[in-house]
């Protein structure tokens, strides 16, 4: 295994990877770890969105509480690549706006689909509505190629 280049792990990061999103839930708890929808664009900061449906998310107020989290990527077939972040929780928009989320959105859906599902968040924003943008502090980075 080597370590993927600064530029290599930012392209692999800026793809529709499903994410899961790690943060510390206490003393009592493991960590909580979830999947995510995310969007990631080079040398910039990650961004994901919790809350729909009006669902309260547990992930939500440990976020607020940690002021971090990490999030990490991979490949699911040979060969496997993977990439993790750590870092700091610099923003959260409660509600996004409808650019923030179709960033997020249109990496996962059809534009039209990505666009209605939007539109139906946006229409009437729960308060469980939150962008979270996080500023990659560390990275952890693997490819298993033989090249």
């Avoid at 003393?27 to 910039?44: D, E, K, Q, V």
């Avoid at 060969?79 to 996962?108: C, F, H, I, N």
Wanted: proline share 7%; with cysteine; glycine share 6%.
């Amino acid at each position: 295994m080597r370590r993927l280049t600064a530029a290599e792990r930012e392209a692999f990061l800026s793809e529709p990877h499903i994410a899961t999103v790690c943060v510390v839930a206490g003393n009592s708890r493991p960590p909580l770890a979830t999947p995510i929808w995310y969007h990631y664009r080079s040398g910039g900061d990650l961004t994901f969105f919790t809350g729909t449906q009006g669902r309260r998310a547990r992930k939500t107020s440990l976020i607020e509480r940690a002021g971090m989290v990490t999030v990490s990527v991979q490949t699911g077939e040979l060969p496997y690549k993977y990439v993790t972040v750590e870092g700091t929780v610099v923003k959260a928009d409660r509600p996004p706006s409808d650019e923030q989320m179709l960033a997020v959105v249109r990496r996962y859906m059809p534009e039209e689909a990505a666009a209605q599902f939007v539109a139906s968040e946006l229409a009437d924003p729960s308060p469980s509505l939150v962008l979270y943008t996080v500023r990659p502090d560390r990275w952890l980075s693997g490819d298993f190629s033989d090249g």
